[in-house]
């Protein structure tokens, strides 16, 4: 059973189509690079991915589960703004213990939260206010909720906007490290592209 799965997918915005009929299948460790011009649609087939937006026609399902269900959303990491929607007053150890406790048994939090904030290097600014954090901790510490609870299925949408060489080199150590976790990364960046063994490419709507 493929990781993901696309069948027929469609989305449209009124009479205006976003994309149409995508056909595709992920296997499970698999790192896929969504490729397509600014307004091809990338953002909007991730967030569909995610189960925040519905497909218009057509199916997708994550590890046999229908997007939006609650075994695709136990299934999948999401990180689609990486600077963006965290809680300004929490820390950033606030920030990502908040979504292990809601995916992961209480016993294992504090040992997953420790875990991931130092594999991406977010140990030595944990207890700083995400208000007072750079756009790349921010990016990171989005990164870290998106991975904390171990997920089968990682979307990441224009990672490098914010990250530096440095944050580039911690994620995808993290992802390397996730023998099993299948990525759909949309990038401009070359290197995530190299690192990419498929390619699903949208077309801006003419």
Sequence with gaps: MPMLRLVRATRRFGHRSVFTDLDFEAAAGERVLLAGPNGSGKTTLLRCLSGTLALSAGQATVAGHPVGSPGARRATGVCLAPEQGLYEQLTAHQNITLVARLRLPGRAVRAAVGAIEEELGIARYASMPAARCSAGMRARISIARSLVATPALLLLDEPG??????????????IDRRTELTCVVASHHADDGNRCQQRLTLTAAG
């Design 161 to 174: 906007r914010s990250l530096d060489e440095e944050g580039r080199r911690l994620l995808w150590q993290a």
